[in-house]
């Protein structure tokens, strides 16, 4: 399946927000979903795009305790950015697992994707498919005994569950065009 490859010519907006039909319903029988994790599928047109790294940012006159902020940079193969910020400690598990590096001890990503594993799953890809009010939103899809599973995250727990697992990484391209307009205005 190569959409991301094809040109669409119309109103993004419109297929974006087009109301789906009875039969794209996805809720579970279970009824154990959260509200986000009930949203109806939508046409996202993902790109691909991959992790440049994970950089610090400090403010000047600013306490030592809040002048130190992290992002994390994706950019997709039409060089497009997306810039995520982050905590601390997200950028130390995405920076140790673009660095290859292992702990002794699995870390909460090692974890998660261990357990994945051991359940005999595995984690397909990550979308960041949202933003609004300056918050990215993300999911994980785990493919699970013939089953495909998406779980909502932060892209920062998705980024860093990704690298470790080698899968691939999109974002929506209206995602991609907001992202680029509000990096524009600053």
Same mark, same amino acid.
């Given at each position: &399946?190569?959409? #991301?490859?094809?040109?669409?010519?119309?109103?993004?907006?419109?297929?974006?927000?087009?109301?789906?039909?009875?039969?794209?319903?996805?809720?579970?029988?279970?009824?154990?979903?959260?509200?986000?994790?009930?949203?109806?599928?939508?046409?996202?047109?993902?790109?691909?795009?991959?992790? &440049?790294?994970?950089?610090?940012?400090?403010?000047?006159?600013?306490?030592?305790?809040?002048?130190?902020? %992290?992002?994390?940079?994706?950019?997709?193969?039409?060089?497009?950015?997306?810039?995520?910020?982050?905590?601390?400690?997200?950028?130390?598990?995405?920076?140790? +697992?673009?660095?290859?590096?292992?702990? #002794?001890?699995? &870390?909460?990503? #090692?974890?998660?994707?261990?357990?994945?594993?051991?359940?005999?799953?595995?984690?397909?890809?990550?979308?960041?498919?949202?933003?609004?009010?300056?918050? %990215? %939103? +993300?999911?994980?899809?785990?493919?699970?005994?013939?089953?495909?599973? #998406?779980?909502?995250?932060?892209?920062?727990?998705?980024?860093?569950?990704?690298?470790?697992?080698?899968?691939?990484?999109?974002?929506?391209?209206?995602?991609?065009?907001?992202?680029?307009?509000?990096?524009?205005?600053?």
């Amino acid at each position: &399946m190569k959409e #991301d490859d094809e040109e669409y010519e119309g109103n993004l907006d419109d297929i974006l927000h087009e109301e789906p039909s009875a039969a794209d319903s996805t809720q579970p029988a279970d009824g154990l979903t959260s509200e986000i994790e009930n949203r109806q599928p939508r046409r996202l047109y993902e790109k691909e795009v991959k992790v &440049m790294g994970v950089y610090e940012h400090q403010e000047q006159g600013l306490p030592f305790a809040s002048r130190e902020s %992290y992002f994390v940079l994706l950019r997709d193969n039409q060089g497009r950015q997306v810039l995520i910020w982050i905590g601390r400690f997200e950028a130390l598990a995405i920076s140790v +697992a673009l660095e290859g590096a292992a702990y #002794d001890r699995p &870390m909460t990503h #090692d974890l998660l994707k261990s357990v994945v594993d051991r359940l005999g799953g595995r984690i397909e890809r990550i979308v960041i498919d949202d933003l609004w009010q300056d918050t %990215y %939103y +993300a999911k994980i899809s785990v493919q699970l005994n013939g089953h495909g599973v #998406d779980i909502d995250a932060r892209p920062s727990d998705a980024i860093a569950l990704a690298l470790r697992s080698r899968s691939p990484i999109f974002v929506a391209e209206a995602v991609l065009e907001q992202s680029a307009k509000e990096s524009e205005e600053t």
